[in-house]
Nanobody, 115 residues
């Protein structure tokens, strides 16, 4: 089993930055996929960033150049660095990982970007 604890939610002004962290109870090397999803009110959940154990990364077009996903092995967390935030980035952000072929979700944290 994997326990995921998220932190980094809160209120931030447009144009600002914020770091979202997802701490895993198992080694990151044991995770075959590490993803960040978000869901805005009234909208479907979307994948915003992903990274594999092999280091391959991918981003949604809406966040390319602004968001960076990283594996922080010392902290054993998967982080999402968000910069140049826009009001449309307002959403609940959730960490998602794959461990031994099974899926796990973090609790989700609210990020609100004010105009």
């Amino acid at each position: 089993q994997v326990q995921l604890v998220e932190s980094g939610g809160g209120l931030v002004q447009a144009g600002g930055s914020r770091r979202h962290s997802c701490k895993s109870s198992v080694s990151l090397f044991s995770l075959s996929a590490m993803n960040w999803y978000r869901q805005a009110p009234g909208k479907q959940r979307e994948l915003v960033a992903r990274v594999t154990t092999g280091g391959t990364t991918d981003y949604a077009d809406s966040v390319k150049g602004r968001f960076t996903i990283s594996r922080e092995h010392v902290k054993n967390s998967v982080d999402l660095q968000m910069t140049s935030l826009k009001p449309e980035d307002t959403a609940v952000y959730s960490c998602h990982v794959v461990f031994v072929g099974k899926y796990y979700w973090g609790q989700g944290t609210q990020v609100t970007v004010s105009s």
